[in-house]
């Protein structure tokens, strides 16, 4: 049976381009973040930096521009494209599309600006640590709000005579993200109005905690639906009967739906309403993302004479599966509160990275652009996956010998060959990580933009190709 050929309107084209270089423009700032807050852990490094706090609003801003909006950011942009819209949008449609990218881009701006603009109060919260200032909770706000509009758009967009799924099943599990995100936001606006205003780390802890556990549910029904759409282009068929994979997407918000009735059933302050979140998560994602990468990786061995292991949709779904699964291993064997909490959740949020990379070399095409051919775009999982498997073994290792989380210099008491082998690992899998994500990039923009780009990786590409070599 032939796939039904797909061809996107020019307005819903250019808001797609215009969100994936929101998004992509979000991990460019994560990542200089990033190597600010690497370096003051780093042996040798860390002492020639500001001070400690310089090490914390790196890390916050770090965390929010990695996870909280670039997670966000990139869902909204899959519900934006998940259905196909062939003709010229509705007036409403157009106008939720814009305002919502609009907010989720001044949001993201005004995170990046906040540490230079007087923003310097880090309250190292879990899962959504902040800067204790004005600017930035109003940053978080226009992301909540313009990442809320976008998921809106496929709700909207479901007349199936104006639009097409870009796949059913993946569409369907776009629907539950932007669900599930919305159960989110209604467990922190329940926390907001419940919890007396305070500045103080307890505070945030818990306006957060619940919010925070069910955005985790969105970003993993984001990634299952991407590692669906992949196998999907790789092989044209699905892992599972279409029922059997629906039942086990929706399976997860059924877990997170009952989040909100926590804040009126429980005391928010207290550790009942702490174990109640953590029995969702505990419980909520771990069936639906074995039984889903199991069957794909199961697959993909009984057709393995089918593949091509050059094909970066093939690489980056595999990497991706693998990576989830090392971190998932590594969450299982958690028992103090050192860096192989990072270990574990950095292995986790990678293998999400590593699917959204490789669903937008599946978008670029279906946005009316060429995706930009290299001898690159192989390697870039492969250096990408690569080094997340060192920074998560790294820290794996080091909070084995010992070293604390959200700490850096001299208080990570490196005074053991262990402990500087494991922080010296995580430093060399960051910057694999940042040469395959520098790839990414160069490979993403070159196809969005293809007469403005110019980047370093084209010196590596006359390096690579075979003309060079011989």
């Known amino acids: 049976m032939s796939e039904k050929k797909i061809v996107m309107n020019d307005h819903q084209a250019t808001l797609g381009k215009t969100g994936l270089t929101m998004a992509l423009s979000t991990i460019i700032f994560a990542d200089l973040y990033a190597l600010f807050a690497a370096a003051a852990r780093m042996p040798g490094i860390y002492e020639w930096l500001p001070s400690m706090d310089f090490f914390h609003i790196a890390l916050v801003?770090?965390?929010?521009?990695?996870?909280?909006?670039?997670?966000?950011?990139?869902?909204?942009?899959?519900?934006?494209?998940?259905?196909?819209?062939?003709?010229?949008p509705s007036r409403t449609w157009r106008m939720i599309a814009w305002t919502g990218t609009f907010c989720s881009t001044l949001g993201m701006v005004l995170i990046v600006i906040a540490p230079f603009v007087g923003a310097e109060n880090p309250v190292m919260a879990n899962y959504i640590p902040v800067l204790d200032h004005p600017l930035f909770f109003t940053a978080l706000f226009l992301v909540f709000l313009g990442v809320m509009l976008t998921m809106s758009l496929p709700f909207i967009a479901a007349n199936k005579e104006d639009s097409l799924p870009l796949h059913p099943d993946f569409s369907f599990g776009m629907k539950l993200t932007g669900m599930t995100f919305l159960i989110a936001m209604v467990c922190l606006i329940l926390a907001l109005v419940q919890i007396p205003p305070s500045h103080s780390l307890p505070y945030f802890e818990t306006v957060f905690w619940g919010s925070?556990?069910?955005?985790?549910?969105?970003?993993?029904?984001?990634?299952?639906?991407?590692?669906?759409?992949?196998?999907?282009?790789?092989?044209?068929?699905?892992?599972?009967?279409?029922?059997?994979?629906?039942?086990?997407?929706?399976?997860?918000?059924?877990?997170?739906?009952?989040?909100?009735?926590?804040?009126?059933?429980?005391?928010?302050?207290?550790?009942?309403?702490?174990?109640?979140?953590t029995f969702l998560m505990r419980w909520g994602l771990g069936v639906s993302t074995i039984l889903i990468g199991g069957s794909i990786v199961l697959?993909?061995?009984?057709?393995?004479?089918?593949?091509?292991?050059?094909?970066?949709?093939?690489?980056?779904?595999?990497?991706?599966?693998?990576?989830?699964?090392?971190?998932?291993?590594?969450?299982?064997?958690?028992?103090?509160?050192?860096?192989?909490?990072?270990a574990h959740?950095?292995?986790?949020?990678?293998?999400?990275?590593?699917?959204?990379?490789?669903?937008?070399?599946?978008?670029?095409?279906?946005?009316?652009?060429?995706?930009?051919?290299?001898?690159?775009?192989?390697?870039?999982?492969?250096?990408?996956?690569?080094?997340?498997?060192?920074?998560?073994?790294?820290?794996?290792?080091?909070?084995?010998?010992?070293?604390?989380?959200?700490?850096?210099?001299?208080?990570?008491g490196l005074d053991n060959i262990g402990k500087i082998l494991g922080m010296s690992l995580m430093g060399i899998?960051?910057?694999?990580?940042?040469?395959?994500?520098?790839?990414?990039?160069?490979?993403?923009?070159?196809?969005?933009?293809?007469?403005?780009?110019?980047s370093p990786v084209k010196t590596m590409e006359k390096l690579s190709s075979p003309s060079f070599l011989n």
């Not at 770090?62 to 869902?75: G, R, T």
């Not at 069910?214 to 759409?229: E, G, M, R, Y």
């Not at 918000?253 to 109640?276: E, S």
């Not at 999982?381 to 210099?409: D, E, M, N, Q, Y």
Request: some cysteine; overall charge positive.
């Open 61 to 88: 801003t770090h965390v929010n521009l990695a996870i909280v909006i670039w997670f966000s950011a990139f869902c909204g942009l899959l519900c934006l494209l998940s259905r196909i819209i062939p003709q010229e």
């Open 212 to 277: 925070g556990h069910i955005l985790q549910f969105v970003n993993t029904l984001a990634l299952l639906s991407c590692w669906i759409l992949l196998y999907y282009k790789i092989l044209g068929e699905i892992p599972l009967p279409s029922w059997c994979l629906r039942g086990l997407l929706a399976l997860i918000t059924l877990f997170a739906l009952p989040a909100p009735l926590f804040y009126f059933i429980f005391d928010v302050q207290g550790p009942k309403f702490i174990a109640a979140f």
């Open 299 to 342: 697959h993909c061995i009984r057709h393995r004479s089918l593949l091509s292991w050059k094909d970066p949709l093939l690489l980056s779904l595999l990497v991706s599966i693998g990576l989830f699964g090392y971190g998932g291993v590594i969450g299982a064997l958690l028992n103090n509160s050192d860096v192989k909490i990072p």
């Open 345 to 412: 959740y950095h292995g986790v949020i990678g293998a999400v990275t590593l699917a959204f990379m490789g669903t937008s070399y599946v978008i670029i095409p279906v946005m009316g652009k060429v995706l930009h051919q290299t001898r690159l775009i192989i390697w870039q999982p492969i250096l990408c996956g690569g080094g997340g498997v060192f920074f998560v073994t790294g820290l794996f290792w080091a909070g084995s010998h010992g070293v604390a989380r959200k700490v850096a210099g001299a208080g990570q």
């Open 429 to 454: 899998g960051g910057l694999v990580t940042f040469f395959g994500l520098l790839v990414f990039l160069y490979v993403v923009f070159k196809s969005l933009y293809p007469k403005r780009v110019f």
